[in-house]
């Protein structure tokens, strides 16, 4: 158990009014915890939100020994804040840490540490339909020396941002480009973990997409470039002749949080789901003979993002017309009913910020 | 020809004294040039080292959009200062920041900006039998916002470390471990770059080097774990049967300045070098049938590193009795006699601070 001390800006904000759009307005807090070699993880607080300083030899800026994770606050009709499923946040940044060679956060402190920032700042959470305040918990290293060697003091850090509906217009299907050039990840790399570097890796390639008109990115594998991972920073989802199938994350596929939920709530209610490796060759075939009937992407950001439409080299496969199919609507309503408190939440998946 | 802004420190700070280590004392000054949509790259300046501020959300914090440099300034016996082959550094800074969509800066430009650090802290060049001034150029994502995309704002800094030898009691040869559970690159992500996240990516497996009792790990290819690629953060060359054998930089292996400089080199007199795929069979095979002659490592910090054994699985290769072979010194003796201004140096290769 944390003992978090907490420092109140005298300067509030004002609240933004109008749209929200995504990450760039934050809150009047953050919270911060240190941690060095001799101390361990200390002084857990949440003070007025500010600058960091760090000396220029900083590992962070050398190195990436960063990560993060990414998750939201949810306003209910009711008034309510709450958290979807913090915990697993948590178990992931763990694992996260342990691939960077940061020392682990445990899940508890973690969860405590995202429900004291979010406490302060409830004011900040928006009610109106589809938005959230996004939380960004995320670690960097900060000893300054050059040496290529695991740092030897860290800050925890957790930001959050008002952040509008994905959706203003209704959700939308993208267009996604089959990338078969760059590389997202490679087994025995950091495809699995949260670090920064992944991120960095896929831009370029994300920049190519929009040149050529599409949306997002399909990532294949690092070795054969011949299975399906991930969709730009989300995972993917095929419907197949009634099968629905998402790449195993063993190694170099995130484990989402809304991935793990959507298989959850797809077994229960009784599709078959297949996690194991998808060829491109067998979802292009499918579009084909007439058998791929969904297509979606699932993070925390948009939570289910249909896609309408897959460009693989020469051949582009249009996904049920370009709308939204049934299955990926309800996995989109049920999870945003149980985020919003509209829907009963299956046991352990809502924490209520007091 | 930028119009290099210089502000002086008031406060000069005192010297090291006594033996040198790395990277963790810094000169008085530093050079910084930001760079935004609207003025492209601008305000290049030297002003007194300092700490960098950035807003908690600034994108290097969370996608490693970061990316660095490593050269050196060498005192020669005369009191020169100069540099080694810095327009490569220039050349392999844009290829990154291309890779990473960070926006070019001209190799005049940056190896003017590194000139204008190092004639500022010349003093800081020091002055004893194998010691430099490290210089260590990166750039960093400073746009605060956490959408997924390349930043619209950076910071390209220079900043220099008076460095020790890299061998205090003589060329010490390292004993290597072949890694060939984790990965550091595979073909169409990061490891031709020089990027903050392939260092990230790569401190497990340093660490569990170190705990098995070696002091750097060799890389295999992401693909196969099969091909030789890099030592640490080195480049790796093995003489087998008189044959001098490096990996191709397509793709995965950085592409290093002292590694291109031995090829120059061992070409010049006359040694037969084989730039192409190496599989780490044929490495011990040759060890089997003792024309393992030399491996050695080369990269900027030790110039030239001889491996004295080679850790495969449940074979251990020892190299010409553990101790550094005739090529791995020559090349040695050249290149610091280069650095030093001991030796005549081919055209181009030595730039002189004024």
């Given at each position: 158990m944390l003992k978090i001390k907490i420092e109140k800006t005298a300067h509030p904000k004002p609240k933004p009014t109008g749209p929200l759009g995504f990450g760039s307005v934050?809150?009047?807090?953050?919270?911060?915890?240190?941690?060095t070699a001799d101390k361990g993880w200390h002084d857990p607080r949440v003070v007025?939100?500010?600058?960091?300083?760090?000396?220029?030899?900083?590992?962070?800026?050398?190195?990436?020994?960063?990560?993060?994770?990414?998750?939201?606050?949810?306003?209910?009709?009711?008034g309510?804040?709450?958290?979807?499923?913090?915990?697993?946040n948590g178990e992931r940044l763990r694992s996260t840490h342990e691939r960077l060679c940061i020392p682990p956060i445990p899940v508890d402190d973690f969860v405590q540490a995202v429900k004291a920032?979010?406490?302060?700042?409830?004011?900040?959470?928006?009610?109106?339909?589809?938005?959230?305040?996004?939380?960004?918990p995320f670690t960097i290293a900060t000893e300054a020396q050059l040496g290529v060697k695991a740092s030897s003091a860290y800050q925890f850090c957790i930001i959050a941002s008002p952040s509008g509906s994905y959706y203003p217009t209704g959700i939308d299907p993208v267009r996604i480009y089959v990338e078969d050039e760059y590389v997202r990840a490679a087994p025995g790399g950091t495809g699995a973990v949260?670090?920064?570097?992944?991120?960095?890796?896929?831009?370029?390639?994300?920049?190519?997409?929009?040149?050529?008109?599409?949306?997002?990115?399909?990532?294949?594998?690092?070795?054969?470039?011949?299975?399906?991972?991930?969709?730009?920073?989300m995972n993917?989802?095929?419907?197949?002749?009634?099968?629905?199938?998402?790449?195993?994350?063993?190694?170099?596929?995130?484990?989402?949080?809304?991935r793990m939920s959507c298989i959850e709530l797809l077994e229960g209610w009784g599709y078959p789901v297949s996690v194991a490796p998808l060829p491109?060759?067998?979802?292009?075939?499918?579009d084909e003979d007439g058998t791929l009937e969904e297509v979606f992407g699932t993070g925390t950001a948009a939570v289910i993002s249909p896609?309408?439409?897959?460009?693989?080299?020469?051949?582009?496969?249009?996904?049920?017309?370009g709308r939204i199919g049934p299955v990926t609507q309800r996995l989109y309503d049920t999870l945003t009913g149980i985020q919003y408190g509209r829907l009963p939440a299956p046991q352990g998946w809502i924490t209520e910020v007091e």
């Open positions: 934050f809150t009047d807090h953050m919270f911060l915890m240190d941690y007025p939100y500010a600058p960091i300083v760090l000396d220029p030899a900083a590992l962070v800026f050398h190195y990436a020994q960063e990560c993060f994770e990414g998750m939201k606050a949810y306003r209910t009709a009711a309510r804040v709450q958290l979807f499923r913090p915990d697993k920032l979010v406490a302060v700042d409830k004011d900040w959470v928006p009610a109106e339909e589809g938005t959230s305040l996004y939380i960004r949260k670090c920064g570097g992944n991120y960095a890796a896929s831009l370029l390639s994300g920049e190519k997409a929009h040149r050529l008109g599409y949306g997002q990115v399909l990532w294949l594998d690092g070795v054969e470039r011949r299975y399906v991972e991930e969709v730009g920073s993917c989802f095929f419907k197949i002749g009634g099968v629905i199938r998402t790449a195993p994350t063993a190694g170099t596929v995130l484990p989402g949080i809304t491109i060759e067998d979802v292009m075939r499918a896609v309408g439409e897959l460009k693989y080299r020469d051949r582009a496969a249009v996904i049920n017309g």
